[in-house]
């Protein structure tokens, strides 16, 4: 499986997984690209449960014998910048103040291709906006 399936794959779970946990998906893959410099960003989920909008950093890995789970780590300082500043963009394009309950989340997905099963981890509000 190559890498861009395996990023959709566990998107693919991460949304059955948060529809199962009452979240409704509000949009897939919403992207932005910024007037000065080529920089793009994007936003894998953006579901919302009760008040509070949030927007899913999905990231997915292949389970590898005696390695840590921490498919989260790949979320990095640069990352959380970026991922506020797309956040910032939606609501405010969608005319949702800024003051509204939103947060960032990051799902950790880990993938065991010969029996099919997944590991998911969900971080809620996993870093401050």
């Not at 790949?74 to 910048?81: A, D, E, H, I, T």
Request: with cysteine; proline share 3%.
């Amino acid at each position: 499986m190559e890498l861009k399936q395996l990023g959709s794959f566990g998107e693919n779970i991460a949304c059955y997984y948060l529809k199962n946990k009452g979240y409704k998906i509000l949009g897939k893959n919403y992207s932005r690209k910024w007037i000065r410099g080529p920089q793009k960003g994007e936003i894998d989920i953006i579901a919302k449960k009760g008040e509070i909008v949030s927007f899913i950093e999905v990231k997915t890995l292949r389970q590898a014998q005696g390695k840590p789970f921490l498919p989260e780590d790949k979320v990095n300082f640069r990352k959380q910048k970026q991922l506020i500043r797309i956040a910032q963009d939606w609501l405010s394009e969608k005319k949702i103040p800024l003051e509204s309950k939103w947060q960032i989340d990051v799902m950790a997905i880990k993938i065991d291709l010969k029996s099919k099963k997944a590991k998911i981890r969900h971080i809620q509000n996993a870093f401050g906006a």
